[in-house]
């Protein structure tokens, strides 16, 4: 046995590096981690010289096993992360073990051990060139073909985006298609693959991939997806356990990396997201639901099944047994010829459900979720399963569990990352449904939340986004700005004293939004609204007063100079435009919304400027650039456009009150004179013309031809049609 002593300088410098003594209380120091990748490959190297191992695990003397042993879990844990520094996959688990040479009790070890065909071909080139012990040959010998370890780094839930990527190749049948992307594999096995029984490993999907690269153009997407799973530099192990434990301190830190939000951290170096409040927030609430589950060995039974809920439920029962109503969850599973389903009803949305079942408590369902460009929205919104081969008993049906269709609370961070995504969260948004192969799918969620950075590339940097007003097909645009450092550390205080012992009953929000029915907004309000909105959303450009536009334009309908309108600086609508309809529905819901949260019935100004400073920023487009630039951005430029407007609004109040007045008392004649006589005043003129379509709706729904006539005169085609009969026989 060799002992070697250091002493004196050396061995202070060492210290200071952070060097400990004691087997069990050895790490690598902090100072190692950010060395260059070839000295790290140097110290990795000499440390497993003098204390790793290389043994022949099996008599087939061809699997290998690469492993270190230390008595000391720091060291364990930071072995790890230079191994994955070096792209060096390993696994790490306890072992119980006397000390060589000792009868002391069992003490824990750790054992830290390379593993798949990747991770032993990084490893040997740790020793190009080097010399090694007499085991280290070994390495030369018996790795030169290693075998990749099919237990390790399999892929879960890839196989049903695989099966879909396959079944949009129509030009071939999926069993032929099996034989050529899947070498060796029969279809029950890509069968098995979609439904979750079995996962691909890194290594099989990397060879399907490469047979998918000879299909059409038009699978590129689907690959890539595809590809980059199978070379990913994430290692994929399966979660043995799940167990809370209790904090070891007294706070908790939201770490966020810049790009794609992901780091490692963790035991073993495991790759999370940033730390959210939105499951946290999910467990403050819970919902009574009933749990109907039952098994069955035929179709017929599971549609008798569902009749039976749906005939209690007032609900159509194959849109339920499809999982197509919002506030059912069904979700099947089958063993053999046994299928077995499970209902979870939420009784908040459906009080006749507890007729079926008993009545259970559980926190609401949250879904939450950064995107990427390479994410299905299928993959977010939820998806049908309805392809034979993949069903078995079961009937086509959709999958809602850990999607948007089945979450009570939606967040999802980057939308601007999937244009993929953005049409179809349109559509669920505004339509209430998602569309699938088999049907679309209610969703109507508690709340749905919206994120995005609008500093990034996607949205305030791109003028397209900005002059598009891209999120004004959203229901509610929102700035989120950092709190103060004192309300930061208040807030800290607060959480850390929160003990919540019971759950807040979630149907006090649904018995809230009841109540903004009850909540008054006064006139006055809502005259400034319209008049505001309507300046905005229409357009009279016209380069000289002689030759003026007689009706106003869509503002989006064509390119047009501002600086040239005659009417440039009698309003605000040269700088910027705006969409109508969503806008003043926004304004009237946000403003009782805040006035509710703060326990009013009857809406204030304070209420009026938060809608307008809520909901405004986000749907103007902007004409003009330099006051963008000038007012340092979009939220203080709408601020600074809403107090100009309300200047010029107060200066024409006289002239408003008495356009204001047709709304209480519509007069077609009255309204003509009044077009005539402010024709050349935009922010009056745009309140009246709004007026006047809203007289026109009313005499179409009541069929008062003369209102109607008198506004919008006939369509005077009597002359060529008299014309026409006259000469009739000619």
């Known amino acids: 046995m060799l002992r070697i002593e250091i002493y004196g300088a ?34 990795l190297a000499g440390y497993f010289e003098g204390d790793g191992t290389i043994y022949v695990k099996t008599k087939s003397k061809t699997n290998v096993t690469i492993a270190v042993t230390t008595k000391s879990e720091k060291l364990a844990n930071g072995l790890s992360y230079l191994f994955a520094l070096l792209n060096i996959p390993v696994s790490i688990h306890p072992l119980w073990n006397k000390a060589r040479g000792t009868n002391q009790p069992l003490t824990k070890y750790w054992n830290v051990s390379v593993i798949t065909r990747d991770g032993y071909e990084e490893f040997r080139k740790l020793f190009n060139g080097r010399v090694q012990r007499k085991s280290f040959p070994l390495l030369y010998r018996k790795l030169k073909n290693p075998k990749d370890s099919s237990g390790y780094d399999r892929i879960p839930n890839i196989g049903l985006l695989l099966y879909r990527t396959l079944k949009r190749l129509a030009s071939k049948s999926i069993k032929q298609l099996t034989k050529e992307i899947l070498p060796g594999k029969n279809y029950g096995r890509l069968r098995e693959y979609a439904k979750g029984k079995h996962a691909i490993s890194c290594i099989s999907l990397r060879d399907m991939v490469t047979n998918l690269n000879q299909y059409p153009q038009e699978m590129k997407d689907q690959v890539e997806r595809l590809e980059a799973f199978a070379y990913s530099d994430v290692f994929w192990d399966p979660i043995v356990e799940i167990k809370r434990v209790k904090s070891t301190t007294p706070y908790v830190y939201d770490l966020t990396v810049e790009g794609n939000k992901n780091f490692v951290a963790g035991f073993g170096g495991i790759v999370i997201h940033n730390t959210s409040m939105a499951n946290f927030t999910g467990r403050l609430f819970d919902k009574p639901v009933v749990i109907l589950k039952e098994s069955f060995t035929s179709t017929g039974s599971i549609e008798k099944f569902f009749e039976g809920i749906a005939s209690k439920l007032k609900l159509n029962p194959e849109a339920l047994m499809r999982n197509l109503v919002d506030g059912v969850n069904v979700e099947y599973s089958q063993t053999g010829k046994t299928v077995t389903v499970k209902a979870e009803i939420n009784q908040a949305k459906y009080p006749e ?46 999958i809602k569990t850990g999607r948007f269709a089945g979450a009570d609370l939606v967040i999802l961070d980057e939308i601007f990352m999937s244009p993929r995504l953005l049409s179809k969260l349109h559509h669920a948004l505004n339509e209430k449904v998602v569309d699938t192969t088999i049907g679309p799918v209610e969703v109507k969620p508690l709340t749905v939340l919206l994120a995005t950075n609008y500093l990034n590339e996607f949205y305030m940097t791109n003028l397209r986004i900005i002059n598009e007003a891209t999120t004004d097909r959203y229901a509610l645009s929102v700035r989120s700005m950092p709190p103060s450092i004192q309300e930061i550390l208040v807030m800290s205080k607060r959480w850390r004293r929160l003990n919540i012992k019971r759950h807040v009953p979630v149907e006090l929000i649904y018995e809230a939004r009841k109540l903004l029915g009850e909540v008054k907004i006064p006139d006055e309000f809502m005259v400034f609204c319209l008049a505001l909105i309507s300046h905005l959303s229409r357009c009279y450009f016209s380069t000289a007063k002689s030759n003026r536009t007689q009706e106003s334009r869509d503002p989006f309908e064509g390119e047009r100079d501002c600086s040239l309108c005659v009417y440039r600086d009698a309003g605000v609508c040269s700088k910027a435009n705006i969409g109508k309809v969503r806008a003043i529905i926004r304004l009237e819901e946000a403003i009782k919304a805040h006035a509710l949260i703060n326990c009013r019935k009857e809406a204030d100004q304070e209420d009026l400027e938060f809608a307008l400073l809520t909901v405004l920023p986000h749907r103007l487009a902007w004409n003009d650039k330099e006051y963008l630039s000038e007012h340092g951005g979009m939220f203080t430029a709408t601020k600074t456009l809403v107090e100009e407007y309300a200047q010029r609004f107060a200066s024409q109040i006289s002239r408003i009150r008495e356009v204001e007045e047709l709304i209480r008392k519509p007069d077609p004649k009255k309204a003509l004179e009044l077009k005539a006589k402010y024709r050349d005043t935009p922010i009056v003129r745009a309140l009246l013309d709004e007026i006047i379509d809203m007289m026109k709706e009313s005499a179409r729904k009541k069929g008062d031809r003369a209102t109607l006539e008198a506004l919008e005169p006939k369509l005077n085609i009597t002359q060529a049609i008299e014309a026409l009969k006259k000469h009739g026989g000619s």
């Open 10 to 43: 050396f061995y202070g410098l060492l210290k200071r590096f952070g060097f400990k003594t004691g087997s069990g209380k050895k790490e690598i120091p902090d100072v190692i981690f950010n060395l260059p990748k070839d000295v790290l490959r140097e110290f």
């Open 353 to 398: 459900a507890e007729k079926p079942g008993e009545i259970k408590r559980k926190p609401i369902d949250v879904f939450s979720v950064q995107v990427n460009d390479q994410m299905d929205p299928e993959d977010i919104l939820g998806y049908a399963v309805d392809h034979p081969a993949v069903l078995g008993l079961k009937p086509p049906h959709v």
